[in-house]
């Protein structure tokens, strides 16, 4: 398959980027900046439902904090963002104001499986 979904955090991962994201998360979740983070861990780690998906899925997947991507590629977007990734570059297939619609990893999981079925 030629295309790819690359999934670009809002975060970084520079040690006192961790350190601050975390205690946002921790202490004060409303104030914590990654939509998608929130929806695909918790405070320990990845959600089983969004491991299960990543390894059932059949599309290759991608994922990038803020600096790596924005580095890699000179392109920038509202962060946290999906893109699809093909020979003619990025598209962009969910941003910030969707994921801010979405209450749940399960939600998530099932407009990424409408999307999959699309590419």
């Not at 900046?33 to 918790?42: A, M, Q, S």
Request: charged content about 30%; overall charge neutral.
């Amino acid at each position: 398959m030629s295309h790819k979904l690359v999934f670009v955090y809002n975060a970084n991962t520079d040690p006192v980027s961790v350190i601050v994201d975390y205690a946002h998360k921790v202490f004060k979740p409303s104030t914590y900046k990654c939509e998608l983070c929130e929806l695909t861990h918790h405070n320990l780690g990845q959600r089983s439902a969004w491991k299960k998906f990543k390894k059932r899925s059949k599309v290759e997947m991608e994922f990038k904090y803020i600096r790596g991507f924005e580095a890699e590629f000179n392109l920038q977007y509202e962060y946290p963002v999906i893109l699809e990734r093909t020979a003619d570059g990025f598209h962009q297939i969910m941003g910030k104001k969707e994921f801010q619609k979405i209450e749940s990893v399960e939600e998530l999981i099932e407009k990424l499986e409408v999307i999959i079925e699309q590419v």
